[in-house]
């Protein structure tokens, strides 16, 4: 097998043993890597119903066949577990050096399992595993751990870590990488943190397998100089992600008020201009081509990494429009760990429900100071709001009730992005179908839903795009484990990923081969959720019911009295279904799973829920 | 004919502002105004009026808002 090293790296914490086991040529072709491997992974290896932060869960590093290896972007690492926050598989990517340095020492992917019974962190160096004292890391943020890690093993280590957050438990809780580096929103942290591991340390010294290591080489440097030179000539990197913020407060799409609003007058001081002019200085992960991460001084003269995400969220999501105070509050996330998505949207949901007299608190929409402290009390569980709001704004709500629940603004428990889609359909359709719930990652339709379509359709051309994306971002990137940047922002050309692939593993794919990996991925989890929840209907595809509302709607504007209507959307969904060949509750049928490869997979789910 | 044109992330290093007001000698679809504002004609666009998408081909009225951004992808 070339490409893939063939091999995992299981740990068990509890009683501190490790092994290296192989896989097989035809698992590696089925799965491909990164999200492949953790959603085939975890369903064999987990009993539905288990606790996701007892010690029976476990978490999954996985990497793909081009991970580690110089060319465009990368140096990602896609981390996995039963989610505490969604009660079903969750996952995430962050950029960070264990992407070549676990492939280095030998791995494609690494099983954790069991937990310590202290705080440990891990010291992989290719063949050898050390469970080492974490004492003096924990209870300190991520930014501590970093140096910590850094002085003891080298500043070229993989490390990925966790924050106050993650150790107690907090349900969205990441995992952290390099500074201003985060992933695995639906509570991947918490797994981390259950199993009292603060962190992990990779160190490789062995070569990538390749089958044609020169003419990887030689796709790969040209690669980063294309994906570089188109980045340029573009200006995508002046503003980076957060250009899209004058954009949605132009088109009536932002988040603001815990998404009662979708624009409002103060924005731009948040906007793309002034993050570049405020500007200190800019990361990215491994081997990228295009750093989006502009930092800038905070309140408290901190250095903050901003993205639109954690801007919008943190921002007009919860009416603040500082630069510098959304920086602070985000240096806080990052530091404790904190989903920056996630956390703005609790904290819009706080305010919202005190407003609406759902609970009683002193949290006002605008409040950075006040915000900063919930922050600390939410990572550290501390207090009655703290505690709750530490588990996720649909769980808070349903103790809050007085329907509050209507304006938790997730999917499926996950928090959902800095889009406000009651005028959007079809990206209203990408968060209720997103695979591990309201995430933007997988499918982002707006543009082409405004210029090649018509914003007020509900037709299947919206359903197939939302399709075609996930194919691209949630099912190539994520199971290459590269980032999707240089392809959606710069056009830097999708036909070259099968290259890299062919050239690293000696096979001879197209896309057509990655697509049909990408669906089997996606019918992968969505057997997950079935076999967590056998009820499953089509309801839990749909976004929260406040953008259904006509009380909800603009009040003035372009999209003045407009929300989503109920029966367009169910049958936008119903497209959606038809085109993915799921059945009327979003499962895939027995026609699919099996056009898929996943029949000994759908007899295992059919032990717990019933298959069409 | 006054119109408001607002330029949208590397666009605005490319036009040269990021918000003003123009004083149009006549009428201009959204496609010429675009060009007119120096934004290359090669160069993928969405351009709204008053909030909504249009094509290229779209009159602009008097007191319109037009704003012509980059298309983004969602990150």
Not at chain 1, 97 to 109: C, E, P, T
Not at chain 1, 258 to 270: D, Q, S, V
């Amino acid at each position: 097998m070339k490409g893939w090293t063939g091999y995992i790296l299981r740990v068990n914490l509890t009683d501190k043993t490790w092994k290296k086991e192989s896989f097989t040529e035809e698992f590696a072709q089925k799965w491909v890597g990164g999200r492949g491997f953790a959603a085939k992974i975890l369903f064999d290896e987990l009993k539905p119903g288990i606790d996701p932060l007892g010690p029976e869960n476990k978490l999954v590093v996985a990497l793909g066949p081009i991970a580690g290896i110089p060319a465009p972007n990368t140096g990602k690492v896609v981390v996995a577990a039963k989610s505490p926050l969604t009660g079903f598989y969750g996952d995430g990517n962050l950029g960070s050096n264990v992407s070549s340095q676990l492939r280095k020492a030998g791995y494609d992917a690494m099983i954790i399992e069991g937990a310590a019974d202290k705080p440990t962190y891990l010291n992989i160096e290719d063949d050898k595993v050390e469970f080492l004292d974490a004492a003096e890391m924990w209870g300190k943020g991520t930014y501590f751990s970093n140096e910590y890690i850094y002085k003891k093993h080298g500043k070229n280590s993989g490390v990925l870590n966790i924050g106050q957050a993650g150790e107690n438990k907090v349900l969205f809780a990441v995992i952290r990488s390099l500074e201003g580096r985060a992933g695995g929103r639906p509570g991947i942290g918490a797994v981390m943190g259950s199993k009292m591991l603060k962190a992990i340390v990779v160190k490789g010294t062995k070569q990538i397998p390749q089958a044609d290591p020169e003419l990887m080489r030689k796709l790969g440097i040209e690669g980063l100089k294309k994906a570089h030179e188109l980045d340029q000539a573009s200006g995508w990197s002046k503003q980076s992600t957060d250009a899209v913020l004058a954009w949605c407060n132009e088109v009536n799409g932002l988040p603001v008020q815990n998404m009662r609003h979708t624009a409002h007058p103060e924005a731009w001081k948040l906007d793309g201009e002034r993050l570049n002019d405020a500007r200190i200085a800019t990361y990215g992960c491994p081997s990228c081509t295009m750093h989006c991460g502009i930092t800038i001084h905070d309140k408290e003269g901190r250095e903050s990494e901003l993205d639109y995400e954690n801007i919008g969220m943190l921002g007009p999501n919860i009416n603040v429009f500082d630069l510098k105070q959304v920086g602070s509050l985000n240096y806080l996330c990052d530091d404790y760990g904190l989903d920056t998505i996630s956390a703005g949207a609790v904290l819009g949901f706080y305010g919202d429900a005190i407003e609406r007299g759902a609970t009683k608190g002193d949290f006002k929409f605008g409040d950075a100071e006040k915000g900063k402290t919930l922050l600390w009390d939410i990572a550290t569980r501390t207090g009655e709001a703290g505690n709750l709001l530490a588990d996720g704004a649909l769980k808070a709500a349903k103790v809050y009730g007085k329907n509050s629940a209507d304006y938790a603004m997730q999917v499926k428990g996950l928090e959902m992005a800095a889009y406000n889609c009651k005028s959007i359909p079809g990206q209203a359709l990408a968060f209720g179908v997103a695979a591990i719930g309201g995430h933007h990652r997988e499918a982002w339709i707006i543009t082409f839903e405004l210029k090649h379509s018509k914003r007020e359709s509900y037709g299947p051309e919206k359903a197939a795009k939302v399709i075609e994306l996930q194919r691209i971002r949630g099912g190539l990137f994520e199971m290459l484990v590269a980032c999707r940047f240089p392809w959606v922002e710069v056009g830097y050309e999708l036909e070259n990923y099968p290259k890299f692939f062919n050239a690293a593993t000696g096979l001879d794919w197209t896309l057509d081969n990655f697509w049909t990996a990408a669906d089997r991925g996606y019918a992968m989890i969505k057997l997950h959720y079935l076999r967590e929840f056998p009820a499953a209907t089509r309801k839990d595809d749909y976004p929260p019911a406040v953008w259904f509302d006509k009380a909800n709607a603009d009040t003035e504007g372009p999209q003045k009295g407009v929300v989503l209507e109920h029966d367009k959307y169910d049958s936008l969904l119903q497209h959606y279904y038809d085109q993915r060949g799921y059945d009327h509750r979003g499962i895939p049928t027995m026609e699919t799973l099996k056009k898929l490869g996943l029949e000994a997979e759908a007899a295992e789910a059919a032990k717990v829920a019933s298959l069409s | 004919m006054k119109v408001t044109v607002k330029l949208i992330g590397p666009l605005i290093y490319e036009g040269g502002f990021s918000e003003k007001v123009l004083e149009l000698a006549g009428p201009m679809t959204a496609g010429e105004l675009s060009a007119f504002v120096r934004i290359d004609r090669k160069r993928p666009t969405i351009i709204t009026r008053n909030g909504r998408a249009v094509g290229d081909d779209e009159r602009i009225n008097d007191g319109d808002r037009v704003v012509i951004s980059h298309i983004y992808s969602g990150g």
